[in-house]
């Protein structure tokens, strides 16, 4: 009769204890439901989703097997928006261990055109042996990645979108293991290609 006694009483606690946890996830619930989110900040969290997810594509992508692009052994990212535009700022650090003991080979502007076409549409968009740009990439290409991955929010319009994406800019620096070597480009996403 004792044990009957403690167990019922354990179970009431718990039966209490309980019900309580499910009023606070439901008064959480509902505090978030109450709370606007702004498709600014939608649209910084696409970016930087995308590009921790693919920045697999340029880091260490020249350790492995044939080597058909730079050795990078890290990149950042940086997303900032302002009144007048969005501006992506991407450094990608070369693989201090190849380039400045093994290797000698310093940066070209082609280098920064691949780093963003690879990081975003996973293609180089240059020959391999002229490294001349290809017909593989245009900005059509990167007009519809924008179009389609960052900005396809249900409260845009058409005139909108082109907005945005006319301006989007970029800022891509490659980060030689020799600071005299370091290389800047930047220009509108959608460039053929950045100077």
């Given at each position: ?9 354990v ?14 996830e439901k ?19 696409k ?6 997810k ?7 992508v020249g350790?492995?097997?044939?080597r ?10 940086k ?23 093994k ?6 502007k ?28 245009d ?13 396809n ?10 907005e945005?994406?006319n ?10 293991p020799?600071p ?8 509108k ?7």
């Open positions: 009769m004792e044990i009957c006694k403690k167990i019922r009483f179970l009431i606690i718990i039966f209490f204890f309980n019900t309580n946890l499910f009023a606070e008064n959480l619930k509902t505090i978030l439901k109450n709370i606007p989110v702004n498709a600014e900040d939608l649209i910084l969290i970016y930087d989703i995308f590009l921790l693919h920045a697999k594509r340029i880091v260490g350790n492995m097997g044939l058909t692009m730079v050795a990078y052994e890290n990149a950042y990212f997303i900032i928006m302002n009144e007048e535009k969005l501006n992506i700022y991407i450094s990608a650090i070369m693989s201090k261990k190849r380039y400045k003991y290797k000698k080979y310093f940066p070209k082609s280098d920064c055109n691949i780093v963003r076409n690879k990081l975003f549409l996973n293609k180089h968009g240059y020959g391999f042996f002229t490294q001349k740009r290809n017909i593989y990439i900005s059509d290409m990167l007009k519809e990645l924008l179009e389609k991955k960052f900005y929010i249900s409260g845009l319009n058409k005139n909108q979108i082109n945005l994406v301006k989007t800019f970029i800022y891509i620096e490659v980060i030689h020799n005299l070597k370091n290389i800047e480009c930047s220009g996403f959608i460039d053929d290609e950045l100077l």
